[in-house]
């Protein structure tokens, strides 16, 4: 496991690897805070059976790079709880409670909620050490998932992006996969938009329906608990056949790793917009930019969640969140675009370029992250002028 860690390691991070093993409520995590150079990080926190310290490590640097190109006053981190999320309540407050105090002194990183994690979870993260992000309502929270705010930002996404590839958002084909928190809110936000649903899965199957899903209706079913297969409307598909259906835009919003060298070739869309954190290996994204399909990265496109948590840090409104978002996207959205189309490059290389720009320009101004400037006031200057 060790080894592992240093072979994660490059100039940007981590900063700090963290395991944690308490006895009596059985916690087990991860936590890393991966780079603070434009602020203390900000991150989610997942809980999960299977979750990995390279997983923790790989979403706590996508945590760096949202941040610092959203141009948030904030670093990545990110944190893992190796336990069912499904567990009884009182077991996952003991867990979450145990997790926020083993946390205590890592004042460089604030906690928001990931998959397993909600608001509750962050009320009780609050409760014992005085920080995090994604809270209820009553305690001054801004519900990023009731908002949409990921959703929001993946609909202004799909708004710049689609004229590149020949499409307008209005009568535009899309196929989800994932029908929760982020899938549902995009598929509401783009059906205003005058797009069409056409497809959508979850984690027991999928539905297709060329003529265009009722929206509002697919929410309902899903919200009362109920697969997306199972839906009235539309012939019902395995949750796999979803990567091959004939839309205009296919939009990841379940799980990592999803398109990978096998089945992207199965895709018809002409844009992909991540939803998802790293839904694409490094081998789909290159086949995709060979093949001329579009895909706007996780980090530049689904941003919405941790800018809306950002300015619930600072005491902002859920105006001021919406707001920040839209033109945030839409500016990141744009530059990539023009550097893709200027640059000759790949979107993720286009994005990486933005990102390690802005990331450099935070680490110059900092000495611990090789600023090889002296400090204004060395002890033995301070020495040589009391003499
Ligand atoms: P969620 O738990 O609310 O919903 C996930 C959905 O994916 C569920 O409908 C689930 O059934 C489905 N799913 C799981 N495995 C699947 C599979 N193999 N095939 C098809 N569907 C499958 O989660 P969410 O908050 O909507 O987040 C979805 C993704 O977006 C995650 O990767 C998350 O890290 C990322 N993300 C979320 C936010 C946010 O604001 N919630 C922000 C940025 C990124």
């Known amino acids: 496991m060790t080894a592992d860690v240093w072979a994660l390691a490059d100039r940007l991070g981590p900063e700090k690897v963290l395991f944690v093993k308490e006895p009596q409520t059985g916690l087990k995590a991860i936590v890393v805070v991966d780079n603070t150079a434009a602020g203390v990080a900000i991150g989610g926190v997942r809980m999960a059976t299977d979750v990995t310290v390279d997983e923790v490590f ?10 610092i190109v959203a141009g948030l006053p904030h670093g990545g981190g990110k944190a893992g709880i190796i336990a069912d999320s499904k567990t009884s309540l009182e077991h996952k407050e003991a867990l979450i409670r145990a997790f926020a105090q083993s946390i205590r002194n890592v004042k460089d990183y604030v906690p928001g909620p990931d998959m397993g994690t909600n608001e509750t ?19 001054g929270g801004i519900p990023l ?3 949409g705010a990921t959703a929001y930002g993946l609909a202004v996404a ?3 992006a689609a004229p590149t ?9 899309i196929a989800i996969q994932g029908f929760g928190a982020v899938g549902k809110y995009t598929a509401r936000f783009l059906g205003e938009a005058g797009a069409k649903l056409v497809a959508v899965s979850d984690s027991q199957g999928a539905r297709y329906n060329p003529r265009g899903f009722d929206v509002e209706a697919l929410i309902a079913h899903k919200e009362s608990d109920l697969p997306v297969h199972s839906f009235a409307d539309g012939i019902a598909l395995g949750a796999d056949a979803l990567v091959a259906i004939d839309c205009d835009i296919w939009i990841p919003a379940a799980r990592p790793d999803v398109l990978t060298e096998h089945n992207v070739k199965d895709l018809k869309a002409k844009l992909v917009l991540a939803g998802a954190n790293i839904p694409a290996t490094e081998a789909a994204e290159a086949w995709m930019y060979k093949h001329h ?3 706007i990265p996780d980090f530049v496109a689904n941003a919405g969640g941790v800018i809306c948590g950002a300015v619930e840090y600072r005491g902002g409104s859920e105006q001021e969140a919406l ?3 839209e033109t945030t996207i839409r500016n990141n959205t744009i530059e990539l675009l023009e550097r893709i189309s200027l640059d000759h490059k790949a979107p993720r290389a286009a ?17 611990s992250f090789g600023n090889k400037q002296p400090a204004p006031y060395s002890y033995e200057e301070a020495d040589f002028l009391t003499m």
């Not at 790989?58 to 941040?67: D, E």
């Open 145 to 147: 998932d009731e908002i």
């Open 351 to 367: 994005a990486l370029d933005m990102a390690y720009s802005r990331l450099d320009e935070a680490m110059h101004y900092r000495r």
């Open 323 to 325: 707001a920040t978002i």
């Open 121 to 139: 979870s962050m009320a009780w993260v609050k409760d014992e050490i005085g920080r995090a992000i994604g809270l209820p309502r009553v305690l």
């Open 158 to 160: 799909a708004e710049e």
């Open 293 to 295: 399909i579009l895909s």
């Open 165 to 173: 590839v020949g499409i307008g958002l209005e009568g535009s084909r």
């Open 58 to 67: 790989r979403l706590a640097r996508g945590m760096t790079l949202k941040n």
